[in-house]
């Protein structure tokens, strides 16, 4: 049975696709105006966690789906009880958020926490220019269509360097049936240029977050690693797969461009540093070359089906060495510390290298 990875729960668990990866009889092609006293509204919930109640701490817990696929005896209430996060009520965030002078960036982590998408709608009223908040509301499904593209059209103009930004704008415009001004976004995309997800940014404002409402630093990073929403990875994968059916049914010309776009966005994010991305990156790369024609060119030069299903495998062979996160967390507080410094400072992927070069090896 291949071990579940923990980090990013909610957006690992969407779709079973990393379960898929990870399995010995994975398939070779891919997966497929406001005052500054804000009132604090009711949760809009997206995710598995309950949000904070007005009276009092919980733990966040998972629903039965959710729940199967985790090891027995593990669940997340378990991995928070073992480094003892509190989450914050809303009261608590109403404080952090008034102590601190009511910051967008605030509104957004407390919107995080809560899965509020009111509170997220306020950081952006507060910094409407701000690329990390126009990322994270532009990437949610909370929102209207027509809010979502204007706002990732303002993230690509404030960041022209970013690639993410003209993927997510595409994802969005197409999603919203306007195919050929969604392929003439991609058409412009320099893969020479960064891609930025801003998924540290997030995990510091929800540390920050934690940390003022009285939880432990460390703890608090090792939560906010566990349970940072990656919600651009669905606008990525539908992106993804609308440009597979587009090149199944286009001529060989316009069917070669689709597929080098769609393996060009699976390069990005298998190059991200945390283990959800890379396989989400993986997947994309696969559907590349899904029904790639005997005579067609290789979406990646140089790359031919068998050489990227053995790239699958090495990835896939590298994350099942990767240690369980909650059982080598369960030894010290020292680990703890460790590996939450390490993940923020070299990402996921070389803090659970870290992490397995401190622990022992499980017993057979």
């Not at 540290?200 to 003022?212: F, K, N, V, Y």
Request: glycine share 6%; proline share 8%; charged share 20%.
């Amino acid at each position: 049975m291949s071990k579940p990875l923990f980090t990013h729960l909610g957006s690992a668990l969407a779709g079973g696709f990393v379960f898929l990866l990870c399995a010995p009889e994975a398939s070779k092609r891919g997966v497929p105006g406001t005052e500054d006293a804000a009132q604090l509204s009711n949760p809009l919930r997206k995710s598995t966690r309950h949000p904070a109640s007005d009276t009092g701490s919980n733990h966040s817990s998972l629903s039965p789906k959710v729940l199967k696929t985790l090891p027995e005896g593990d669940s997340l209430e378990e991995l928070l009880a073992i480094t003892g996060i509190r989450l914050p009520t809303r009261a608590e965030l109403n404080t952090y958020l008034a102590d601190n002078n009511y910051p967008a960036e605030g509104y957004l982590a407390a919107g995080m926490i809560l899965q509020d998408a009111n509170l997220m709608r306020e950081a952006i009223i507060r910094e409407p220019s701000n690329p990390h908040i126009l990322f994270a509301l532009a990437s949610r499904d909370d929102f209207p269509d027509d809010d979502r593209i204007k706002w990732a059209r303002q993230l690509q103009e404030a960041q022209p360097d970013n690639s993410l930004a003209s993927f997510l704008l595409a994802a969005l415009t197409w999603e919203n049936g306007a195919q050929n001004p969604a392929l003439e976004i991609l058409s412009q995309v320099d893969h020479r240029k960064r891609f930025q997800t801003f998924t540290s940014e997030s995990i510091i404002g929800l540390t920050e977050a934690l940390r003022a409402t009285g939880n432990n630093p460390d703890s608090s990073a090792y939560y906010a690693m566990l349970t940072v929403d990656l919600p651009h990875l669905s606008q990525l994968l539908s992106l993804s797969q609308n440009l597979q059916e587009h090149a199944q049914q286009s001529p060989p010309d316009e069917a070669f461009i689709a597929r080098r776009r769609n393996a060009g966005l699976g390069t990005f994010l298998a190059g991200e540093n945390d283990v959800i991305s890379g396989l989400v990156g993986l997947s994309i790369q696969g559907n590349a070359y899904e029904d790639l024609p005997p005579d067609a060119p290789f979406p990646v030069e140089g790359i031919n089906p068998e050489a990227l299903f053995l790239s699958i495998e090495h990835r896939r062979n590298q994350i099942r060495d990767l240690p369980i996160v909650t059982d080598a967390l369960r030894t010290s507080p020292e680990l703890t510390q460790g590996y939450g410094m390490r993940a923020l400072a070299l990402g996921e992927i070389e803090a659970l290298r870290w992490l397995r070069s401190r622990t022992p090896p499980p017993a057979e």
